[in-house]
């Protein structure tokens, strides 16, 4: 059974940082797509970053340079460093396990979501 425990949100000003964990079990990071999205109130769910198995990732336009994921395969956890982190970033962030990613246009595209973590809450204040 695939297990997804994401941690490591608070609150923080704007300008500050964040690093977000997801240490998983029943499931090899390294070798799934996975992911980061967010989801705050009033608003659709955004893909925040996808990993394929290759490590490559992709991530959405709001987040891009700001944002970096990582993972430790000898811990066999995902990682999300958030720097610069802004109100709008204010969100809970889940870590996700999808059954494949694609490709398209050089940019990852994850399948269907699997398995998702607890969710962790991220605030950054003005």
């Known amino acids: 059974q695939v297990r997804l425990a994401d941690s490591g949100g608070g609150s923080v000003e704007t300008g500050g940082f964040l690093r977000l964990s997801c240490a998983a079990s029943g499931h090899t990071v390294s070798s799934n797509c996975m992911g980061w999205f967010r989801q705050a109130p009033g608003k659709e769910r955004e893909d925040v970053a996808t990993?394929?198995?290759?490590?490559?990732?992709t991530y959405a336009e709001s987040v891009k340079g700001r944002f970096t994921a990582s993972r430790d395969n000898a811990k066999n956890t995902l990682y999300l460093q958030m720097n610069n982190l802004k109100p709008e970033d204010t969100a809970i962030y889940y870590c996700?396990?999808?059954?494949?990613?694609?490709?398209?246009?050089?940019?990852?595209?994850?399948?269907?979501?699997?398995?998702w973590g607890q969710g962790t809450q991220v605030t950054v204040s003005s």
């Open positions: 990993v394929d198995s290759d490590g490559k990732t």
């Open positions: 996700s396990s999808y059954d494949s990613c694609s490709q398209y246009r050089g940019s990852v595209i994850p399948g269907i979501l699997k398995s």
